[in-house]
């Protein structure tokens, strides 16, 4: 089951026959097995991000390779770092490159959408406290990371973090796969079986250091075969499951 964000307070939900309902009510207050589903909607679908978050944590280092490609060591446990909300844009919104770096980076990733407050959640609270999972592009300004002491400037700016196009509901886990295109060719490809830690031991380790809320978006990092943007590109984020995030690229 996908769940849409088509406008502000407005969502909706796709189930196995591909028909797709309106959603009464917050899908964040109650659990989807209560949820109240409206008439069938018709119409071309333009779905927003599909969440606000609260919050953005993002793990980097996480696949090897991709530490490796990047001249790093895998870290002994999860490396966490803040991404602004403010970052946040949807399906076809533009990627834009903002005039202080030189060097943008794409980076495709598995996001989890938090679907119930987790402090200090046991491996089963965070199975259970997942709502479900989306694609993004984590976008980082690779100059500016390089000689700043964290990542919050390099991950921050606006639309560093397109999401979208919707939440899978209840996935397989272990099963998930990401795939980055630029303009139609792949540069990235992983699963979520290649990650150093599983998306369960992410969220139980997130939640020991800060509280989770509904909304709350952990991203799981990202394969190797990052690369730079230049303006009139075109970065597809495909997820198993999922469908394709896609967004152009823009200069400031």
Partial sequence: MLLYRLSEDGYAVSGAGGALRRLEGDPFARPANEWTLGEPLTGPL???????????????????????????????????????????????????????????????????????????ASAAESRAGLLGVTCACDVTARDLQRGDRTFARAKSFDTFCPLGPAIR???????????????????QRGRASDLAWSIVEMLVYVSRMMTLEPADVVLTGTPAGVGALAAGDRVEVGVEGVGVLENPVEAC
Avoid at 55 to 75: D, M, Q
Avoid at 97 to 118: D, N, T, Y
Avoid at 169 to 187: K, M, W
């Fill in 169 to 187: 509901l209840d996935p397989d886990l272990e099963a998930l796969e990401v795939v980055t295109r630029v303009n139609g060719t792949e540069r």
């Fill in 46 to 120: 333009r779905p927003l991000a599909p969440v606000r978050p609260g919050k953005i944590v993002g793990i980097g280092r996480s696949y090897r390779a991709h530490a490796e490609e990047l001249g790093n060591p895998l870290p002994g446990e999860p490396l966490l770092f803040l991404k602004a909300p403010s970052a946040v844009i949807g399906p076809g919104e533009a990627i834009r490159l903002p005039p202080e770096s030189r060097e943008v980076h794409f980076e495709g990733e598995i996001a989890l959408v938090v679907g119930r407050r987790l402090r200090r």
